[in-house]
């Protein structure tokens, strides 16, 4: 689905893809909703745990994840954000899913608050710093960086954003 597209991607390839007939896929889900819900919260599940591989409430590891998101998405030839593309084709298409996509991304937005806090507490941002707010921000900044590289095959507004949110919270010191 996130080769391909979801509305492009039907039951039958599913099936074909996963090697297993369509009595196994109804015991699992009753409809392609139930399955678009699981994929989403697969993909949101892999963006967290890569998460846990920085030191996100540091500036180096805040860095490094940063510079492994840009990398990712050349290596992937630029085919956006995990979560953020079924989003996109998700949101209009299936409003009963809507929840689960605001959910997820305030999931991650949490992670990143928490980071973010984590470095209000240690000194590393200033007083006034309001960590769910750079969280959001930042979101909002990969979210972009990802639409406009995936756009552009291009790895520069990636680049840009990334940089621009890193130097927010950097003033935010």
């Not at 090697?19 to 909703?33: A, E």
């Not at 209009?92 to 928490?114: C, H, K, M, N, Y």
Request: include cysteine.
């Amino acid at each position: 689905m996130h080769e391909r597209g979801v509305q492009a991607t039907g039951i039958d390839e599913v099936l074909v893809a996963c090697r297993c007939g369509k009595g196994q896929f109804y015991h699992y889900f009753q409809s392609k909703d139930d399955l678009l819900a699981a994929v989403l919260e697969y993909q949101l599940e892999s963006v967290l745990g890569e998460l846990e591989d920085f030191r996100l409430d540091t500036w180096r590891g805040l860095r490094a994840w940063f510079d492994r998101l840009l990398a990712r998405q050349e290596r992937r030839g630029f085919r956006g954000c995990p979560v953020g593309s079924l989003a996109v084709e998700l949101s209009p298409s299936t409003p009963g899913l809507q929840g689960l996509i605001a959910e997820a991304f305030a999931r991650w937005e949490t992670v990143l608050a928490d980071a973010f806090a984590s470095m209000k507490r240690k000194g590393s941002l200033g007083p006034d710093a309001q960590p769910v707010l750079l969280a959001e921000a930042v979101l909002v900044a990969i979210q972009g960086g990802y639409l406009l590289s995936t756009a552009h095959l291009d790895a520069r507004p990636m680049r840009t954003a990334l940089d621009a949110a890193y130097q927010q919270l950097r003033a935010s010191r």
